[in-house]
């Protein structure tokens, strides 16, 4: 199965998405993220990569480019197709590397850890527990990790609350 990436307007995301799910052969999704929000005790779920949908297929690249030149015409709000070398399915190490960030619903829950005697994050529990030594920066105010892992040309954030700073 392919995975294409479709660079759409902020405010026809979801209803593209919608669009694409309702046709045969095409599975649609927008991976999200979830992030605490302070001072309100409370997480909240916002787009990973804003104006940013993915499609699963099993078009290959010129199908799915004159299907795209098809739909654009009747459907609004696409801006452009995000393409490499002229090919725009998502390699099998980037399908990979989502498969293990996001859960079902294609979201990047938060994850807990702790900060190590070596002052590094040490990851509990969540879907960063793969990713403990991509960990390059931590925000504990805003309880987020960056990775050194760049998709889509730019670097990976995820939630992290750190719960303690002393081993569980």
């Not at 979801?14 to 927008?30: K, R, V």
């Not at 498969?99 to 070596?118: A, Q, T």
């Not at 529990?125 to 991509?134: Q, S, T």
Request: glycine share 4%.
């Amino acid at each position: 199965m392919n995975c294409y990436v479709l660079y759409c307007l902020a405010t026809k995301v979801e209803q593209l998405c919608n669009i694409f799910n309702g046709i045969n052969d095409i599975h649609a999704y927008i991976p999200k993220i979830e992030e605490h929000v302070r001072y309100q005790e409370e997480y909240i779920v916002k787009p990973l990569f804003p104006n940013y949908l993915f499609i699963e297929t099993n078009k290959g690249q010129s199908e799915f480019d004159v299907f795209l030149e098809s739909i654009r015409k009747e459907k609004k709000g696409i801006i452009r197709e995000l393409k490499k070398d002229s090919v725009s399915a998502l390699r099998d190490e980037e399908k990979e590397l989502l498969n293990m960030l996001l859960n079902n619903e294609y979201v990047l829950k938060m994850s807990e850890g702790y900060i190590g005697d070596n002052g590094k994050a040490i990851i509990t529990k969540g879907p960063l527990k793969a990713f403990e030594d991509n960990i390059v920066n931590l925000d504990k105010r805003n309880r987020l990790a960056y990775l050194d892992i760049k998709f889509l040309d730019r670097n990976i954030k995820a939630g992290l609350w750190i719960k303690q700073n002393t081993v569980m």
